[in-house]
């Protein structure tokens, strides 16, 4: 396409760039930015500039922090005993959400996907196993999504960490909650008779 | 959601703001940017920032323009007698493309709409007339959506140049090229029958 000016030429390409977003729609969202006051223009771009520029990683778990430490491993009311093992951010976000959750994480950074070039040393492993080693951990959850690639890397992760004193476990599999038997893929289902759990504990209320 | 970070928090809700842009999107938008280079996500908010503070609207015109006249009016090659009006910028980057066009532009900057509060002289009107008073502008073509309140703009603005000399004409309206004609609707087919034109007018190679 062609702009009248490069500013927005400039504005346009850059949009582009990010994930899901094409010409048009960058160009839609360009033009809503002309429209703005240009203080509000400002706050954007100074929140996303910043947002890059000052985000820490918490030197304990790898999430997102805005100090050292993250608000989660800072958090006193949290069970440090008790560690989930995620691949992303994205996946402590979902889990906060529950609200159920009141043990700490540990974000791997990835799953290992030789395709991808990504091996195990890519990976916040090594730091895992020091804090196991530390001796506080009792339990580590591996929340790991159940693809290939993620069942490799809680495989290689279970066996890095065996002869450690700590507990493995994994987050449960089965039908979802609202979920059509029949629609469930053979695996899944197969899967859910085969680990049956006592019927009380199967209830949303337990 | 809950987010770890503030500096998270604050950049998708600047993400949020964008029309089309929900949380799940802002979120992945700012995790795809937390994972670039820190000066990759400069270049993008310098952009953003950039575009909105040094955009200038182009004092013929109102196209966006990086000086005080766009490139299109400041064209030599380009036909000043006759000039496109259009609601939007996109309007003229729609005709832009196209190729065809080798006229200047005069950009009304939205359309008349009482229900949203745009009477006419919010528009950019007067400067049309302005430039046609001026005398060098022998036609001015009417490109605007042939919705009620694109009509109602048009005739309100056919009405403002009457008695001046200029000719006015309007895009033409009719089946698109590659439309069926069983799914056009009523009206364009009606108004496409009574205002026919010689077959070989019709073809695009013309």
Chains 1, 2 share one sequence.
Do not use: W
């Not at 495989?155 to 039908?175: E, M, N, P, T, W």
């Amino acid at each position: 396409m062609k702009y009248s000016s490069k500013l927005i030429a400039d504005a346009v390409g850059e949009f582009t760039k990010l994930p899901g977003i094409g010409e048009k729609t960058a160009l839609r969202l360009v033009l809503h930015l002309l429209k703005q006051d240009e203080d509000k223009v400002e706050v954007f771009s100074k929140a996303v500039s910043r947002m890059r520029k000052d985000i820490k990683f918490c030197r304990v778990c790898h999430n997102v922090a805005d100090q050292e430490v993250c608000e989660i491993c800072n958090n006193a009311h949290r069970d440090a005993s008790t560690v989930c093992l995620v691949e992303s951010i994205r996946d402590v976000m979902a889990i906060e959400n529950t609200g159920i959750y009141k043990g700490v994480y540990h974000i791997l950074g990835g799953i290992i996907s030789p395709i991808d070039g990504v091996g195990p040393e890519k990976l916040n492993i090594q730091s895992l196993i020091d804090r196991v080693k530390q001796g506080d951990i009792h339990e580590i959850i591996m929340a790991i999504s159940p693809t290939i690639e993620g069942d490799t890397t809680s495989f290689y992760v279970s066996k890095r960490l065996s002869g450690l004193d700590v507990k493995i476990s994994s987050i449960a599999r089965g039908i979802s909650f609202g979920g059509e038997l029949e629609y469930a893929d053979e695996m899944t289902l197969a899967r859910s008779i085969a680990t049956r759990l006592p019927y009380e504990n199967s209830l949303i209320q337990h």
